[in-house]
């Protein structure tokens, strides 16, 4: 007991983090000045301005759609899901993405279309809906295998395996931890490569594996520390 209580505050040292950028094909008509108020509208969501971000998002698709810029509207859509995520909205967040999957699907915006893909799969995961999010997830998993995509592959697998913990399916969670740790590491990318570690860690923790655990969370606390 006391070993697995050490490797719980080990996994509480971790931390992660994540960014948000906007989604817009440069060429698209209007591009720049979409470009400009899409940039504008996640300084305030980000500044947890929500009512000025929608009143501002409520513009930008008046003049994407007077341009005819399907990007640009997928953004728009994508974003308002995002403060809905943001303000725990689960249900208005999942129907604002997908309906920006449906245009990205259309226009064949497949790192768009990924990126969305595991954006309404996070949602799903916090309202609960871990089957659901595990689908979206592995959809996401398959375009980036068409595309050729390893770093979306990757970041899918790691999510994926993270959905299956919730579902106690700690061994399948473990692969998926696996491919994503191998793919990162492949790619010299320390900060995910220690995240995919410690999440193999907890996955081991949670089949009661904690001596098997210990190399994988240590490990991961290290590159955490060297990055500092």
Known sequence: MHQKTLILLVLMILLLSCNREQD??????????????????????????????????????????????????SSVLSNRAWIFQRQSQYDSSIYYYQKSIEIDEALKDTNVWIKHLKDIGRVLRAR????EAARRYEEAMTLARQNKDSLNIAS?????????????????????????????????????????????????VNMDSVEAALPFLTNALSIKESLK
């Open 24 to 73: 817009i094909d440069t060429d698209a008509p209007g591009a720049e000045i979409l470009g400009e108020r899409l940039a504008d509208i996640i300084q305030l969501i980000e500044e947890y301005q929500y009512q000025e971000a929608h009143l501002l998002l409520d513009k930008t698709d008046s003049m994407s759609r007077a341009f005819g810029n399907d990007y640009a509207i």
């Open 128 to 131: 609960g809906s871990f089957s």
């Open 156 to 204: 899918a697998s790691n999510s994926l395996g993270n959905v299956l913990n919730e579902l106690k399916e700690y061994s399948k969670a473990f692969e998926y931890f696996d491919l994503a740790a191998a793919t990162w590491n492949r790619l010299d990318r320390k900060a995910t490569y220690a995240i995919a570690l410690q999440n193999k860690g907890s996955a081991l």
